[in-house]
Each structure stands twice: as structure tokens, then as C-alpha cells.
């Protein structure tokens, strides 16, 4: 049961992510603004991309547009997907 009297409140460190915290939380901006979710748990930004910040949108993962890709690269991953899937 998440946040049970006898017990601390659990706090997940991911190195490449958000901080995830068992809720209700209620989190406070170093400009004083007061955020709160009730959810059982929330995923809280350390990248501060996020559009919703200090909720994670998930904006610290790198994306790459598919026209932006290198195209030889994707025909090369095409044919090599091709010559796995014909043996």
C-alpha cells in the first residue's frame, strides 16, 4: 500500500529518466510555485525539457524524426530485416 503510516515513501532514481515517487505528492518549484498530483505515483522531470514540467513528459528520450534519419542507413537496415527474415 503506498504511503502506509509505517513506512517511508518510496523514491525510484532512474539515471536516464524521471524521478518516480509513490503519491499524492505535492512538489515545490524554486520560484515557490506549488504543483500537486494525486495519483499513486508520479514521474517528476530532472531533464526540465519537459512541456509539463515539473511533470515528466517524457521529453529527456532522444527522438529522431524519420525524415532526418541518414536514408542509406535505412535501406541497409531494410535489406539486412529482409535477408534475417528469408532464411
Not at 16 to 41: I, W
Not at 42 to 47: D, G, L, R, W, Y
Request: glycine share 4%; proline share 7%.
Amino acid at each position: 500500500m503506498p504511503n502506509a503510516a509505517d513506512r517511508p515513501r518510496r523514491v525510484t532514481v532512474d539515471r536516464d529518466g524521471p524521478l518516480l515517487v509513490e503519491g499524492p505528492v505535492e512538489v515545490v518549484g524554486d520560484d515557490g510555485t506549488v504543483s500537486v498530483s494525486r495519483r499513486f505515483q508520479v514521474a517528476i522531470c530532472t531533464c526540465r525539457r519537459s512541456r509539463t514540467y515539473p511533470w515528466c513528459d517524457t521529453s529527456h528520450r532522444r527522438r529522431v524524426k524519420q525524415h532526418e534519419e541518414n536514408p542509406v542507413e535505412q535501406h541497409e537496415e531494410k535489406v539486412k530485416h529482409r535477408e534475417e527474415n528469408a532464411s
